[in-house]
């Protein structure tokens, strides 16, 4: 399975946030939705759930 990644760098931002979360796709979802409400003052909701999955990438893995 590839592991999923959400970017905050990849997101406008006013703070400027660098935060990066990897792994299984519903658990990135999980905590990308928790720190855009706890951090970034969003309300957690199926669209916001929606917009961060929409914007997840497959990690990349140097080989």
């Given at each position: 399975?590839?592991?999923?990644?959400?970017?905050?760098?990849?997101?406008?931002?006013?703070?400027?946030?660098?935060?990066?979360?990897?792994?299984?796709?519903?658990?990135?979802?999980?905590?990308a939705?928790?720190?855009?409400?706890?951090?970034?003052?969003?309300?957690?909701?199926?669209?916001?759930?929606?917009?961060?999955?929409?914007?997840?990438?497959?990690?990349?893995?140097n080989?």
């Open positions: 399975m590839t592991r999923k990644v959400a970017d905050c760098r990849k997101s406008p931002s006013v703070s400027g946030c660098t935060l990066t979360i990897a792994g299984e796709e519903e658990e990135v979802v999980r905590a939705a928790e720190h855009a409400v706890s951090v970034h003052g969003h309300t957690d909701s199926p669209e916001l759930r929606q917009m961060v999955r929409d914007s997840l990438e497959d990690e990349k893995v080989v």
